[in-house]
Every structure is written in structure tokens, then in C-alpha cells.
């Protein structure tokens, strides 16, 4: 083996059409496709080692030691890689994060992007984009964008081998900012896992669903042709559509806090008044605003002053997960 260990980082995505439900829970296979952004400026950098005199995999986040059901699920990753690898030695895990975890900043995204990149490097694959698509997938449904830069899309499919992301621009293609509102940042009462399960009892779902190819067509076109207008108009309603399904499911799903609300109210106002800006939420209670590069400062005023709001981070589009 040439190498025993190895380190990535990886940005999070936010996604601008949303995944949400499975056609296949163990496969991740989602019952929609999505499209992304990636961003920069916000990081996880995983370490792997694989060690021969390990009990069994540890992991730890941010320093500490990670928790048994989080380990495990890192654990049940890493033997992906390990079968492919025909290795069986347990590996060391260390991943710093410099954003708040678990409040929809879509920090497993970049975790599985970073762990799948740095496992499968230490494990001694040399793996083209696709199959580390592919892959990070199975850790956490969005992390398949992670691997890619700029503006990206997931192909929903039935297959394992052609359920993967590929980038549909890159970064610099249009310079757009994310002006991600922190209200909270508190770890959820439901992550994702859970949630994509509720998805199918929401009687909204399966028009989502099925209106889904309309949504990523009109998207994808608005990226291409850089039309902030039919972006806006999309995104909104893709993430209305999926909250929509959220408090409609056994259980009701509720992510919003009043401050997100709030958020939503000003970038309405914002838009009547001149200035270029949507909303999008993804499984949290935190909102991300998108907006020109030129309009950013103005967005980043007002959203400053709503109350609730504890944080602004700015985020730009952001390049691959890279080995470092
Ligand atoms: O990849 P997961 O299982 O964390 O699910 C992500 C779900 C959303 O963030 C709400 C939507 C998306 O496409 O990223």
C-alpha cells in the first residue's frame, strides 16, 4: 500500500433544488434529483489513518471524541472503502470543522466528501471523481455534490453506479454569494436520515416528486444563462415545496424558528425594494440568501438587523474536495 494515511477537505453545498426522501434508503438513491452550489470559505479537513494496533475505528470532531451512533455510521463507511480496498485494518479519523455542525449548514456534506476522499486515498485507491461521487454518496445523500466544485447536479437514478453528482459549472462561472443567516446553532432534534424516511407520508411528496425534472430544468438553464430572476423564482419555490412536504409529514417536521420566518419577511422586502436576493433553507432552521456578488453588502446589512439573527457568514462559490 502506498500510503497508510492521508488528508481532504471538502466545502458544503447548499442545495438550490433540494433532495429530499429516497427511492432507496441503504443506497442513498434519492427519489429526486438536486443541484448545488458548493461553498468556500467554510471547511472540513479529515484526517484518516489506517493503524494496525487500533482496537477499532475512533473519530474524533473538533478535538473530541465523537459519539457512539456518529462513529458508527463513519465506521460503516469506511468498510465500503476498506471492501473495495480489500483492506481490514481500523483507521483513525480526525475532522476539524470551521463552521457550526448540524444546524442545515449541510456540514455531513462536506464530512462525507472529506472522509470519503482522504479514506480512499489512505486506503491506497486512486479514485476518479465519479467513484468518490458515488461513494460519499452512501455516507450522506448530499455529500455526492461535495466532491465537485461550483454549481453542480445529482442525477437521480435507480442505479447505484449512475446515481452521481457532476458539475454543471464552475465556481467562477457566476459569481453569486451566500449570505447564510445563523439563527441558531443548536444540533438538531431530527437530522436528515430521519427526515428523508418522513418524506413519504407528507401528501405533498409525490408532486414534488414528479414536478422535480421541471424545477432542475428551469435551474439548471437559469445557472447557465445567469438569470438571478428565474434562479430566484425556482429555488424559492423548490424550498418552499420541500418545507411544505416537512410540516405536512406523520410526524410534522418543523425547522423554522420565528427568526427564520423573519429572514424570509426581510429578503421579500429586500426584493421589493431593488435589490437582488432569494431565500433557501435547507434542513435547519438557519437561512441562506443568496445574492450577486455587487449586491451582498446591502443583503448583509439588513439581515444583520433582524431580530434573531445571531450570525452572518458569507460563503462563495467554492472549488472540489482535494486531498491536502
Ligand atoms: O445529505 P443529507 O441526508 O444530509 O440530506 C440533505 C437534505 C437537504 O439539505 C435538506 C437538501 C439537500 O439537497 O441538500
Known sequence: MPSASAAATASPNIALIKYWGNRDEALRLPSNGSISLTLAGLTCRTAVSFEADLPADVLTVNGAMETPAGTERVSRHLDLIRAQAGLRLPARVESQTDFPAATGLASSAAAFAALTLAAASAAGLDLPPRELSRLARRGSGSACRSIFGGYVEWRASDSD??????PLAPPDHWHLVDVVAI????????????????????????????????????????ILRRDFEGLAAVCELDSNWMHAVMLTSRPALIYWLPATLAVMHAVAELRRSGVPVFYTIDAGPNVHCLTPVEAHAAVAERLRAVVGVRQLLLAHPGGPAVLV
Not at 453506479?161 to 457532476?166: D, K, T, Y
Not at 446553532?185 to 424516511?197: F, L, V
Not at 418522513?198 to 414528479?210: G, I, N
Open 161 to 166: 453506479a449512475q446515481s452521481i453528482a457532476e
Open 183 to 222: 439563527v441558531s446553532a443548536d444540533p438538531k432534534a431530527i437530522g436528515s436520515t430521519e427526515g428523508h424516511r418522513l418524506a413519504a407520508t407528507s401528501p405533498l411528496q409525490a408532486s414534488r416528486v414528479a414536478d422535480a425534472p421541471r424545477r432542475l430544468s428551469l435551474c439548471r438553464e437559469a
